[in-house]
Nanobody, 121 residues
Framework: VQLQASGGGLVQAGGSLRLSCAAS????????MGWFRQAPGKEREFVAG????????YYADTVKGRFTISRDNAKNTVYLQMNSLKPEDMAVYYC???????????????WGQGTLVTVSS
């Protein structure tokens, strides 16, 4: 499985972006999909996750209410809708896949290459 993230870019604070993550192989409904981010000089942190069926969605407290994760298994694609963006959201965003619901990066088996989100104040 290879994951390709896209949709990053430059946006003003308060604006929105939608990230997409396309899987080259079939992402079955057994895979949990997640998004992490890493800002310069900081550790990689969990952002959001979604269960294989899409029923369970979970978020970091820092993005709850502003970001929405979703998936389309027929298209092998996961999305992260980001609204009300803040300068502190600026980071490289990575999509990931795991076999269980988790917030721990070492429990995710597959990682995309990352897409940069820049938020200007």
């Amino acid at each position: 499985v290879q994951l390709q993230a896209s949709g990053g870019g430059l946006v003003q604070a308060g604006g929105s972006l939608r990230l997409s993550c396309a899987a080259s192989g079939r992402i079955s409904s057994s895979y949990v999909m997640g998004w992490f981010r890493q800002a310069p000089g900081k550790e990689r942190e969990f952002v959001a996750g979604i269960s294989g069926s899409g029923v369970i969605r979970y978020y970091a407290d820092t993005v709850k209410g502003r970001f929405t994760i979703s998936r389309d298994n027929a298209k092998n694609t996961v999305y992260l809708q980001m609204n009300s963006l803040k300068p502190e959201d600026m980071a490289v965003y990575y999509c990931t896949a795991a076999l269980r619901v988790t917030r721990q990066p070492n429990e995710y088996d597959y990682w995309g290459q990352g897409t940069l989100v820049t938020v200007s104040s």
